[in-house]
């Protein structure tokens, strides 16, 4: 896969996803591509499986915020770039995309300082 390709994905898959325009079939190829068996949760193994691929096509690591376990955060991938961070925030078993680490912090702080 194209290096443009695969960014113009990640960018696309965003924009529907903020949009909520189905896109099910590009997100299920992509899965197939990576080398994961499509139904399957994602979890550590998986995400591995992501920063890998993306690490290797694109040069992107993964971090997730598990708001689950108080906030804590994991770094997938070896990628050292910080404008080449995936960030997802992870809560009760979904995923969401992070635009903006600074902001998510800036959130954060605001409502639990009150």
Sequence with gaps: ME???LE???VSLWLRHRKNRPFQS???SFQREVGIELGTLCGPE???QF???FGREVGYYIVVIDAD???QAYRYGQGTSEDKVLGLLYHA????VIRSFKGLFKVITTVFAA
């Design 3 to 5: 290096v443009k390709f």
């Design 8 to 10: 113009k994905l990640l």
């Design 26 to 28: 590009e997100c299920e």
């Design 46 to 48: 998986e995400l591995k």
């Design 51 to 53: 920063a890998s691929y």
């Design 69 to 71: 376990r108080g906030r």
């Design 93 to 96: 078993n979904h995923y969401d």
